[in-house]
């Protein structure tokens, strides 16, 4: 109801992608991960809000013009694709790889936990791709309002980055002590995500 109101087209399905978009490991994830393994809940939330830092930079990017000019120039927005492709391809073997007590995958900073996940969240190929293909499927030609249909879509990713970021954050100070007691466990969840990471750089090398 609302998203027919401010002329998101099926308000329901772009929720649902969002979460999707966010349940997907990729550097986002690993910013979130690491920062709470290093600064515990308070740097976990700060990294939080440089993602969504990050993510509000690309959506109003995109409302400013910018995937239309990469919907004009295809090659450009393959180009995007494959180097995004590779980063996920490179990023999920350094995982795959990894030797125990090897050094973190994401170099994050004490102290710079949110200016680190912006600059990440920037630089991270999914969202990227998400922004400038396909959040512009969601807003309804007929319907739409200018800017406050895209503040209603912005107001809706900052929300569900947030509560995503707080359940990861929470999690995963949780589960710290377990996981470092048990250093196997960290291993096999480090390889696993390096697969996951593999499988989609592999899937949008390949799309259309």
């Given at each position: 109801?609302?998203?027919?109101?401010?002329?998101?087209?099926?308000?329901?399905?772009?929720?649902?992608?969002?979460?999707?978009?966010?349940?997907?490991?990729?550097?986002?994830?690993?910013?979130?991960?690491?920062?709470?393994?290093?600064?515990?809940?308070?740097?976990?939330?700060?990294?939080?809000?440089?993602?969504?830092?990050?993510?509000?930079?690309?959506?109003?990017?995109?409302?400013?013009?910018?995937?239309?000019?990469?919907?004009?120039?295809?090659?450009?927005?393959?180009?995007?694709?494959?180097?995004?492709?590779?980063?996920?391809?490179?990023?999920?073997?350094?995982?795959?790889?990894?030797?125990?007590?090897?050094?973190?995958?994401?170099?994050?900073?004490?102290?710079?936990?949110?200016?680190?996940?912006?600059l990440?969240?920037?630089?991270?190929?999914?969202?990227?791709?998400?922004?400038?293909?396909?959040?512009?499927?969601?807003?309804?030609?007929?319907?739409h309002q200018?800017?406050?249909?895209?503040?209603?879509?912005?107001?809706?990713?900052?929300?569900?980055?947030?509560?995503?970021?707080?359940?990861?954050?929470?999690?995963?100070?949780?589960?710290?002590?377990?996981?470092?007691?048990?250093?196997?466990?960290?291993?096999?969840?480090?390889?696993?995500?390096?697969?996951f990471?593999?499988?989609?750089?592999?899937?949008?090398?390949?799309?259309?």
């Amino acid at each position: 109801m609302l998203g027919s109101f401010v002329g998101v087209a099926d308000y329901g399905a772009f929720v649902a992608a969002i979460i999707i978009f966010l349940l997907i490991p990729g550097p986002g994830n690993l910013a979130l991960i690491t920062s709470t393994s290093k600064g515990g809940i308070a740097g976990g939330l700060a990294a939080t809000f440089g993602v969504i830092a990050g993510d509000q930079v690309l959506l109003w990017a995109a409302v400013a013009g910018v995937s239309a000019v990469m919907t004009a120039y295809p090659t450009a927005f393959s180009a995007v694709q494959w180097l995004g492709a590779a980063y996920l391809t490179w990023l999920g073997l350094k995982m795959l790889l990894a030797k125990p007590g090897s050094a973190p995958i994401l170099h994050i900073k004490p102290r710079h936990y949110l200016r680190q996940a912006l600059l990440i969240t920037l630089l991270n190929p999914k969202a990227i791709v998400f922004y400038m293909a396909f959040f512009p499927l969601f807003v309804d030609p007929a319907r739409h309002q200018g800017l406050k249909t895209f503040g209603v879509m912005a107001a809706t990713i900052a929300v569900l980055t947030f509560l995503y970021g707080l359940v990861a954050v929470l999690l995963t100070y949780t589960l710290a002590e377990r996981i470092r007691a048990n250093p196997k466990i960290s291993t096999l969840l480090q390889k696993a995500a390096g697969m996951f990471l593999i499988a989609f750089g592999i899937k949008l090398a390949i799309s259309r």
